[in-house]
């Protein structure tokens, strides 16, 4: 069974193949910007103890540029190689957006003692540990022994996992940072950690026998998606920057 490319070209699709080109090509764009403002954030900022929340979204721009520069090359080369990176660039995106808001809700002054926490910052971070693990073996999945259904199994729950992971502490952190502008930050990220979980997800529809049309339809909706609201988060990472230099 052959895996489906990181994009719509494949099946055929012209449109959705130009769709799916420009909206990669927008994703990359507005990653490079992200990554860039999220970088001078974490240079302008003040508060150590956000340094790591500031260093996982200039990863989120790094990686989420990485996918964006991949699906423009898979709508001109099919490539075995370039999906599984792709598929890695993608989950390893989603991953580093769910840690950040982690991060940022163990790390906050509102957040509740240790003795109050369900669960213990370390025992999150093997669990965390234990999402890299998953990304390697779609990974190995694709790239090395060509399992084309366990590669879309394993990215689809990955995603939809990691994803609400993360939507998770987003939530919590709406009542501690009410009216903050961290809690706008997060406002605006929370459609693209949605955007991306729902991106990886949609390749099941394949499995499930959906038409590789339609499911590729959704796919490229999504891409243009994630870049739009990469540029909300962007334009509120800006204005941060502005608010952190003039202090």
Not at 164 to 190: N, P, S, W
Request: hydrophobic share 60%.
């Amino acid at each position: 069974m052959a895996l489906a490319p990181l994009t719509a070209h494949a099946s055929g699709d012209a449109s959705a193949a130009v769709v799916h080109f420009l909206g990669s090509v927008l994703v990359t764009a507005a990653a490079v910007f992200f990554g860039y403002y999220a970088v001078l954030n974490l240079r302008l900022n003040r508060l150590a103890s956000q340094a790591p929340f500031w260093r996982y979204l200039a990863l989120v721009g790094a990686t989420a540029g990485l996918y964006g520069v991949l699906g423009v090359a898979e709508t001109l080369v099919r490539s075995r190689a370039l999906t599984a990176f792709g598929h890695g660039a993608l989950l390893f995106c989603i991953v580093f957006l769910a840690f950040s808001m982690r991060e940022v809700y163990y790390e906050s002054a509102l957040a509740p003692s240790p003795a109050d926490q369900r669960f213990s910052l370390a025992t999150l971070r093997r669990v965390e540990a234990g999402f890299v693990v998953v990304i390697l073996v779609e990974w190995v999945a694709v790239l090395l022994i060509d399992q084309s259904l366990v590669a879309q199994f394993v990215k689809g729950v990955g995603s939809v996992a990691f994803a609400a992971y993360g939507a998770v502490f987003a939530e919590k952190l709406e009542a501690m940072a009410r009216g903050t502008a961290l809690d706008t930050l997060r406002r605006h990220l929370i459609p693209v950690l949605v955007s991306l979980g729902v991106l990886g997800f949609a390749d099941l529809g394949v499995v499930v026998g959906l038409d590789p049309v339609v499911v590729q339809a959704v796919e490229s909706v999504f891409v243009v998606l994630v870049a739009g609201f990469l540029v909300t988060a962007t334009i509120r990472l800006q204005q941060n920057v502005e608010g952190l230099s003039a202090g």
